[in-house]
């Protein structure tokens, strides 16, 4: 009989979409596996977007209060979860939401006070995995690709399209991961220009065309040629690519054509910089999985076979993966890779608030 762990992954991304609530299951056999029980997404009120997407600009109170208000709305919505649901989980691993990630500097911020999870559901909850790797030294991100590593093995390459693009290459002797460009993040901002959330399906993308110059700019950036470890935050795509998009002679269309185009190229520029053969495959998850515009770009820059799962491994593959590093963490078992974020050593990440 499998010994199964139910655990609750939460995450929430720079594209602002909203909260990834997945309940998981995982136990070990020859390897490890899992199964997502049930999952949903919490999309944001325009006013929780509003505050977050400010909250770099706001004062400390605002900071410390929206951090605490951020914990008790997550518990609030995990509560709600559970009940709607059934489940009986044995702990909760919450990613929070990016609010700082410098470090070059020396630190990153995570903002869903753990504390506030833990007290309103009575969940142990596991929380702040980024920090210690930063104090270590290390970029504290990807941290998605050591999942990838023992629960999607059978790729060699995993690709995310959330509001960043990062890239895993599933080697399992030396694995290498690393952010690759922005995503999700630049192309939701056009697309309320629109008058919409998201771009649906890439269709607007596709009724617009190359413009070269924009491209050119986008890809002269001088974060696409430094080496790996190196990860991204929204202070980066505000500095860096955020100024070349306010172009008011460029239709959005236009724009969001390009932006995929500039994906898709530095997706293929970073397959390329790994030994590979054609019958390697990338799978894709992400919100931009769901794009067919962006994925036609990638497939065409792609030297190998794109896969595209089920919609329930695009939509929660990262809250499956927190669940899990949640989970390792509890076990006592090391869930950061310092080959992949460059930190001093490979360690246990994150910080536990008892639920009892």
């Not at 199964?4 to 594209?15: A, D, K, N, P, Y």
């Not at 070990?28 to 997407?53: C, F, M, P």
Request: glycine share 8%.
């Amino acid at each position: 009989m499998k010994a199964e762990t139910q655990v609750i992954g939460l995450m929430s991304g720079t594209s602002l979409d909203g909260i990834d609530v997945a309940c998981c299951n995982f136990y070990k056999e020859d390897i490890w596996r899992y199964e997502i029980l049930q999952a949903e997404t919490i999309v944001y009120t325009e006013e929780w977007k509003s505050r977050l997407l400010n909250l770099t600009q706001a004062n400390a109170l605002n900071y410390v209060t929206t951090d605490v208000f951020l914990g008790r709305m997550l518990g609030t919505i995990v509560n709600e979860f559970i009940a709607r649901h059934n489940l009986h989980p044995q702990l909760i691993a919450s990613h929070g939401h990016t609010i700082f990630h410098q470090p070059e500097n020396g630190f990153t911020s995570q903002i869903g006070d753990g504390a506030q999870i833990a007290a309103l559901t009575g969940v142990d909850t596991v929380c702040d995995f980024r920090t210690k790797d930063v104090a270590l030294g290390g970029q504290g991100a990807p941290l998605v690709p050591f999942g990838d590593q023992l629960l999607f093995t059978k790729y060699r390459f995993c690709l995310n399209l959330g509001g960043i693009s990062n890239i895993t290459f599933n080697d399992q002797m030396n694995p290498i991961a690393f952010d690759i460009t922005i995503a999700n993040m630049a192309l939701n901002e056009i697309a309320a220009r629109l008058g919409k959330t998201f771009d649906k399906d890439g269709v607007d993308a596709s009724h617009g065309k190359l413009l070269p110059e924009l491209l050119q700019r986008l890809n002269d950036n001088e974060y696409f040629n430094k080496t790996y470890p190196k990860s991204l935050g929204r202070e980066w795509y505000e500095k860096n690519i955020q100024p070349h998009l306010t172009n008011n002679i460029y239709s959005e269309r236009d724009i969001l054509y390009t932006l995929c185009e500039h994906i898709g190229e530095q997706v293929g520029k970073a397959i390329r910089l790994f030994s590979f053969n054609e019958e390697d495959e990338l799978l894709i998850t992400g919100g931009g999985a769901f794009n067919k515009t962006l994925i036609s770009r990638i497939k065409f820059h792609s030297p190998i076979k794109v896969i595209i799962p089920d919609a329930l491994t695009i939509s929660f593959k990262e809250a499956l993966i927190f669940a899990f590093l949640g989970l390792l963490y509890i076990k006592g078992d090391i869930n950061i890779n310092n080959v992949i974020t460059g930190s001093t050593r490979s360690h246990i990440g994150g910080a536990l608030y008892k639920g009892k």
